[in-house]
């Protein structure tokens, strides 16, 4: 595709429920970014893959949340035993090599937790 | 720690006025700053990086170190730019990448 590809468009998740995100990158970006965008905030980052080595996974908010991209190209981030302070929008970026190129946001995943 | 911020949730201008969108920056190191919009329905995309020193749709925003400002401006505005509009500080993690810090945005509306 010509640009990134997030699915599910829309999740509801009961509370305590586990969800998995997808995000298809463009082809060829070497480097993926998650961001979480929480109503009325600015994306916050969460976690970055080069390649499939997830190099900081500093921003990810609790240990409930796992990220993965094991061949290097699609990415699924996991969140375990969701609660409402999860209800967010979950963005994916990708980059043709690393710093100082444009990065290109998808969609985003809209999650609502109930 | 880096911090963005954009002290206007909104802001409405009528249609032909000029436009000015605030955003303030908090670094130790030498920033580099970047304007992304998203227009209805549509994905977070791009406007402008200051190391570009370019103008898009008009927009242009130049980085004044000494007030740590970013403020986006066009002279004349255009219903076209409603939007929301993202103020961003590129730094590199302790891990080697890329981050970007937000600003929390401002929705523009533009009044015919």
């Known amino acids: 595709g010509a640009g990134v590809s997030q699915s599910p468009r829309y999740k509801v998740a009961k509370r305590g429920q586990d969800v998995a995100l997808r995000c298809d990158p463009i082809s060829g970006h070497v480097s993926l970014f998650w961001y979480q965008q929480a109503l009325g905030q600015g994306p916050e980052f969460l976690t970055y893959?080069?390649?499939?080595?997830?190099?900081?996974k500093s921003g990810l908010p609790s240990d409930r949340f796992f990220a993965e991209r094991p061949e290097g190209s699609v990415s699924t981030l996991k969140i375990q035993r969701t609660q409402q302070e999860d209800s967010a929008v979950y963005l994916c970026a990708t980059q043709q090599g690393s710093s100082g190129n444009t990065i290109y946001f998808g969609e985003g995943s809209w999650l609502t937790v109930v | 720690a880096q911090r963005v911020t954009q002290p206007e949730k909104l802001l409405s201008v009528f249609k032909g006025a000029p436009v000015e969108l605030k955003c303030n920056y908090s670094?130790?190191?030498?920033?580099?700053l970047f304007w992304y919009v998203q227009y209805s329905r549509q994905r977070l995309q791009l406007l402008l990086r200051h190391i570009s020193r370019e103008s898009i749709k008009g927009f242009t925003a130049d980085l004044n170190k000494g007030e740590t400002s970013f403020h986006l401006k066009k002279p004349f505005a255009q219903e076209e730019d409603s939007a929301m509009y993202y103020c961003a500080l590129s730094h590199i993690s302790n891990f080697g990448n890329e981050k970007l810090t937000f600003g929390t945005g401002t929705r523009l509306t533009i009044i015919p």
């Open positions: 893959f080069q390649n499939e080595a997830q190099l900081d």
């Open positions: 670094y130790s190191g030498s920033p580099e």
